[in-house]
């Protein structure tokens, strides 16, 4: 990861930078601010600046030997610490290490831009809080103990410091407060609360703010494709998290995607166009069966809202543009002979698709009497 490749935050680029220049680089730094500002890419960039023969004023050079194993996060020299807990594959005592190549993978496949649920998300353990065992630490100690491998520096990130039980805090302190020659250390954190005081008190404070609202939008049109105004609608609501922003443009992907779907269903219906309709059924096998229901859960939003347009109540529809016009021009056929049974009918298929049902007729059956229902005047 070099620093071009870290979304906004120049000014904390600029001290992290400055610090390795002038060879004043704190042996002991914690990274501290809120979730999805980008805290472990400026600390990879940051430990690959340090790190990398070639760098130049701004950057890492991102081609060495050094920089490239930095950037799979395979460089003998780095280590990592994480909140683990166990899992399927890791059945008791878990510890960072169990978990590196997961962790590789995990980190390299959200470019840095992580947080503790997805982090446990991946892990497939949503419902268990993972720590940072005193078993870390003393892993951690014993690999510290070792002369570096190729740089000049061992460096060790702790990512989520606050998951750091009492027990392996301590241990640690004695190692922030006589590191082994030539150690870094680059602690991660969000909740200043949480964190120990003696963990905040043996560490030089590097501040991540919220990213920027530019540089949150500049990202999602560069790296997402985004339209200006999909991107400028995601980093409103994002508070500075590139982790939200993508979950929000995801989301309204979805819900195109759902729009869409829907729409072209109903006018097969409408239509009663036999064959497109087997064709319909049969090619909504491939979403799968979350999509399935999303769908029709979606649909069933539809034909609530055909209500409110029917009762005048339109102002209170909450839809983009686009999707409000089709629900505008759908509602009329949707009235009081016919809306209690097409409800019913969605709500039918999405229960048999939950009971493992198999698409394809489950769908062409809810068409054909959706197909009548809306010819009921
Ligand atoms: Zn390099």
């Not at 003998?76 to 399927?88: N, Q, Y």
């Not at 120990?196 to 404070?205: G, V, Y």
């Not at 939200?244 to 006018?267: G, H, I, N, S």
């Not at 007729?361 to 809810?366: Q, R, S, T």
Request: with cysteine.
């Amino acid at each position: 990861m070099q620093f071009k490749d870290v979304i906004g935050q120049e000014e904390v680029k600029r001290k992290l930078i400055l610090s390795v220049q002038e060879n004043r680089v704190p042996h002991a730094q914690l990274f501290l601010g809120p979730a999805g500002n980008g805290k472990l890419p400026l600390a990879l960039a940051y430990v690959q600046y340090i790190l990398c023969p070639h760098r130049s004023a701004i950057d890492s050079c991102g081609v060495c030997p050094s920089c490239q194993k930095i950037s799979k996060l395979t460089h003998p020299d780095l280590h990592f610490v994480m909140p683990t807990t166990t899992t399927k594959s890791v059945k008791s005592n878990p510890e960072s290490d169990l978990f590196l190549n997961e962790w590789r993978e995990y980190v390299l496949q959200n470019e840095g831009y992580v947080d503790t649920s997805s982090w446990y998300g991946f892990l497939e353990v949503e419902n268990k809080q993972g720590a940072i065992y005193v078993r870390d630490a003393s892993t951690l100690l014993r690999k510290l103990n070792f002369k570096a491998y190729e740089g000049d520096y061992k460096i060790a990130i702790i990512w989520m410091a606050e998951k750091l039980r009492t027990d392996t805090a301590n241990k640690l302190l004695k190692l922030l407060e006589e590191p082994p020659e030539k150690t870094l250390f680059i602690l991660i954190a969000e909740d200043q609360e949480e964190l120990l005081a003696t963990i905040r008190s043996r560490t030089s404070l590097v501040k991540v703010p919220r990213l920027e609202l530019e540089a949150i939008q500049e990202a999602l049109v560069q790296r997402l494709n985004c339209s200006a105004q999909q991107a400028s609608d995601a980093a409103m609501i994002a508070e500075g998290s590139w982790i939200k922003a993508k979950e929000y443009v995801k989301d309204a992907d979805d819900q195109k995607y759902y729009f869409r779907t829907f729409q072209q269903w109903m006018r097969l219906c409408f239509k009663a166009a036999v064959n497109e309709l087997i064709d319909f059924s049969n090619n909504i096998k491939s979403i799968g069966r979350e999509r399935q229901k999303d769908l029709l859960e979606y649909g069933l939003g539809i034909i609530r809202n055909a209500q409110l347009f029917n009762n005048n109540l339109a102002t209170l529809v909450m839809l983009p543009e686009e999707e409000k016009k089709f629900n505008a021009g759908f509602a009329p056929f949707v009235n009081a002979s016919n809306i209690v049974q097409i409800i019913e009918l969605l709500e039918e298929a999405s229960r048999q698709i939950e009971r493992n049902g198999y698409a394809p007729i489950i769908f062409l059956d809810c068409s054909f009497k959706i197909a009548k229902l809306l010819r009921v005047k």
